[in-house]
């Protein structure tokens, strides 16, 4: 009787089968939201389940817009990539602001600390990725629109949900 020997090869799962445009902007996640489904005619819609990740042993949570397109078998994620937590008093130690909270600014995507939102598009066929980001940088207030490489970006499983 012969054994069959079944492998698994790790490198399968970091395999990226997503583009990732980073977004430099002032709006709001919401106002983004809503300009981004005027340009491009998807329909991004406020996911309840933010992305929550541990930085500096406090949880921080990011706000997520998603639009999953049945027909060409895409989905888009909106998400925040800054947000402000506070120190606890643990971590500020003895100053002369104890009394204050004190916040940081802290990144979903910690290689990307600039970044405002990135915009993670999934699909299973070719995208014309130049012309969305074309008409992305069409809108008002996006100072800036470009493609990342996932596969350079360190933190890039803070993006697998």
Do not use: C
Not at 49 to 64: C, D, G, M
Not at 102 to 110: A, F, K, R, S
Request: proline share 2%; hydrophobic share 40%; charged share 25%.
């Amino acid at each position: 009787m012969t054994k069959l020997k079944h492998q698994i090869h790790l490198g399968d799962f970091d395999q990226v089968d997503y583009d990732l445009l980073a977004i430099h902007t002032t709006l709001e996640d919401y106002r983004l939201a809503y300009k981004i489904n005027q340009n491009l005619g998807i329909l991004l819609f406020k996911n309840e389940n933010e992305i929550p990740v541990e930085i500096n042993k406090q949880l921080a949570t990011f706000s997520r817009f998603t639009y999953e397109d049945d027909e060409t078998m895409m989905t888009w994620d909106l998400i925040q990539n800054k947000q402000e937590i506070e120190l606890p008093p643990s971590i500020i130690g003895n100053s002369l602001f104890q009394e204050n909270s004190i916040t940081t600014q802290v990144n979903l995507v910690t290689d990307l600390k600039k970044v405002d939102f990135v915009l993670k598009i999934e699909h299973d066929e070719q995208i014309e990725l130049k012309e969305i980001i074309y008409k992305l940088n069409k809108i008002d207030l996006i100072s800036a629109v470009y493609e990342v490489n996932p596969n350079e970006i360190k933190s890039k499983n803070n993006l697998i949900f």
